[in-house]
């Protein structure tokens, strides 16, 4: 039904940026909040930034002032630009998007596939 495609992620060097980008595709009438979710290895998944489709952000404490998420709502596309980036920033990246899916007129959760960040030296 919806795709969520992820790209950009890889290896850096600590205080390295890094820009991840997740494009939706699919039976999309509407898509209403967008984010970053983050999970290490044995933990559970975080919450690093979210949009809402009028552009309101919220971000974790761990990552405000270095991280900023944006989005496109023509390529229906959502992105996290990474600075400042630490090695405890090392994790699988996944986006999400809350869809209303076509012809349905309900709204669904959809997740990337994840893109692995690594920050190290």
């Known amino acids: 039904q919806v795709q969520l495609v992820e790209s950009g992620g890889g290896l850096v060097q600590p205080v390295g940026s890094l820009r991840l980008s997740c494009a939706a595709s699919?039976?999309?009438?509407?898509?209403?909040?967008m984010g970053w979710y983050r999970q290490v290895l044995g933990e559970q998944r975080e919450l690093v930034a979210t949009i809402t489709s009028g552009g309101s952000t919220k971000y974790a404490d761990s990552v405000h002032g270095r991280f900023t998420i944006s989005r496109d709502n023509v390529k229906n596309t959502v992105y996290v630009q990474m600075n400042s980036l630490k090695p405890e920033d090392t994790a699988v990246y996944y986006c999400n998007a809350r869809v209303v899916v076509a012809r349905t007129f309900y709204e669904y959760p959809f997740w990337g596939q994840g893109a692995q960040v690594t920050v190290s030296s």
């Open positions: 699919g039976n999309i009438h509407r898509i209403n909040d």
